[in-house]
C-alpha cells in the first residue's frame, strides 16, 4: 500500500521534466533581434523641421511662366534704367520655397538671375535672396 504522498511524488516529478523541457525549447528558441532605433535627428532640436503652410500656399500662386520688366532707379535720381525678360518660377524643396529663374535682355545683352523666396510662419516675414551673373554677391 502506498502512502498518500507517494502518489504526489511521480506528478511532481512529471511536471518539473515538463517544466525544463519548456525552459529548454525555449532556450532554443532564438530571439528576435530588436528593431534597430530610428536615426537621431540632432538638428531638430536646435533647428525643429516645418511643412509648408500658409505663406507658401501664397508663394505657390506665382508658379508659372511670366513676362517681366525690370526698372531700376539709381540712386541720386537720374533715368531709370530699363530691361525687359522672362521668368520661370517653381516651388522647390518639397514645396517650401519659391525659386524665381529670370533672364533679362537689354542692349543686346542677356543676364540670368535667380531668387529664391521663403515664408518663416515663426516671424510671419518672407524673405528672399538673390544671386546673379552681374554679381558674385548675394
Not at 523641421?49 to 535720381?77: C, D, H, I, M
Not at 524665381?100 to 542677356?110: C, I, L, M, P
Request: hydrophobic share 35%; charged share 15%.
Amino acid at each position: 500500500m502506498s502512502s498518500p504522498g507517494s502518489a504526489r511524488t511521480p506528478a511532481l516529478a512529471l511536471l518539473g521534466l515538463l517544466a525544463l523541457g519548456l525552459a529548454a525549447g525555449a532556450a532554443l528558441a532564438q530571439p528576435k533581434p530588436p528593431a534597430p532605433a530610428p536615426p537621431k535627428d540632432t538638428q531638430a532640436k536646435f533647428e525643429p523641421p516645418s511643412g509648408p503652410g500658409a505663406g507658401q500656399a501664397f508663394l505657390k500662386q506665382f508658379e508659372g511662366e511670366w513676362t517681366v520688366e525690370r526698372n531700376f532707379y539709381p540712386p541720386g535720381g537720374g533715368a531709370p534704367n530699363h530691361a525687359t525678360g522672362e521668368c520661370t518660377q517653381k516651388m522647390v524643396q518639397d514645396g517650401r520655397f519659391l525659386q524665381s529663374d529670370f533672364t533679362f535682355h537689354q542692349d543686346g545683352k542677356t543676364t540670368t538671375g535667380t531668387g529664391i523666396s521663403g515664408f518663416d510662419p515663426q516671424t510671419g516675414l518672407f524673405t528672399t535672396f538673390w544671386y546673379d551673373a552681374r554679381s558674385t554677391r548675394f
